[in-house]
């Protein structure tokens, strides 16, 4: 549990400097080191370098990223108001989903690592593939 926080405390710290401006951005002093959160924290660290490397709208295309949205592949996009307001609720029901899901997956007889890890990595995710949609909205509508 101790080498699952300390990931997630790094993973939060990494996307906290990507706020900072690129020429007041200093190295980063995270080394890549042994996740111990499994396939999904593999998935979570390659989504927040991406997030790094301002690649926004790959990041929202990630494996990662359609773990949690999965039903944004077969989406009928539409220039409309109802339209978008039924996409931020499908994105919301797929983020409880995806978090409800892990707490499910905690009381199997088989869970992958123990359930508190599981949520603390489940919700740095979501929040990572937040930052990624903010920051791209961001580069989109005011940075260029």
Do not use: H
Request: a negative charge; aromatic letters at 8%; one cysteine or more.
């Amino acid at each position: 549990m101790e080498e699952t926080d300390e990931f997630v405390r790094e993973l939060e710290l990494r996307l906290l400097r990507c706020s900072l401006p690129p020429s007041r951005r200093p190295p980063s002093p995270y080394a890549s080191r042994t996740n111990p959160a499994g396939s999904l924290g593999c998935l979570v660290e390659e989504l927040v370098s991406l997030i790094e490397k301002g690649s926004y709208a790959e990041a929202l295309s990630s494996d990662a990223a359609r773990i949690v949205l999965d039903f944004a592949d077969g989406w009928q996009f539409e220039n409309a108001k109802a339209c978008a307001d039924q996409f931020y609720a499908q994105v919301e029901q797929s983020a409880e989903k995806f978090l409800k899901v892990g707490a499910e997956d905690r009381q199997s007889s088989e869970p992958s690592m123990d359930g508190e890890s599981d949520a603390l990595v489940r919700g740095v995710l979501v929040m990572a593939i937040a930052v990624a949609a903010f920051l791209a909205f961001t580069q989109c509508n005011l940075t260029g």
